[in-house]
């Protein structure tokens, strides 16, 4: 049976714009062991729809893959700020609108071997458009795609991004259910 790890010592060893690197020593069920931890604040990823059926997308160059990603819009939580108003505020940074309804359909874990990230998803609609707000230097194409275009999309491999994927399979099982 699988037991939790207890954590014995962390020590920062970089500390860095958007995340800190640890190590980290911890006492296992086979023994003592060292990790490489990143911690990051987490993120917000949102599926925004005015009818449920084109949601809105985004082409954006990411640096870690060095080439453009097709996603929902997405970004991380700033400190000291909810997820939901990350939520809100990306929203309107990315593709210029606001949203009356936004519901939390869970999170998800990006990389849990070495990262402490929590990507929280949302489903968002009653949109009113009030101008984007891009942050410094980015750069996006927004579009929308229905969702049965992105899971086709996510099975030919041409989304490859995890919490676009992610949140698709939950935005498409919480249409079924309404």
Avoid: W
Wanted: aromatic fraction near 10%; charge should be negative; include cysteine.
């Amino acid at each position: 049976m699988v037991r939790d790890g207890l954590k014995l010592n962390e020590v920062l060893k970089y500390q860095g714009k958007i995340v800190d690197v640890y190590n980290v020593e911890f006492e296992t069920q086979t023994g003592m062991f060292e990790a490489e931890i990143l911690k990051h604040d987490g993120g917000v990823c949102i599926a925004a729809t005015h009818d449920d059926k084109a949601f809105y997308c985004v082409d954006q160059y990411r640096y870690g893959v060095e080439h453009i990603m097709r996603e929902f819009p997405a970004g991380k939580i700033d400190q000291e700020e909810l997820p939901i108003d990350a939520a809100l505020r990306e929203l309107r940074e990315e593709i210029g609108f606001i949203a009356k309804t936004l519901v939390p359909l869970g999170y998800i874990h990006p990389s849990p071997a070495y990262l402490d990230e929590v990507l929280y998803l949302y489903y968002a609609t009653d949109l009113d458009y009030v101008g984007q707000d891009l942050d410094e230097n980015e750069v996006l194409n927004v579009y929308t795609r229905d969702i049965k275009d992105i899971i086709d999309d996510i099975e030919a491999n041409q989304i490859t991004d995890a919490k676009t994927i992610s949140l698709a399979y939950k935005v498409n099982h919480y249409l079924s259910q309404k």
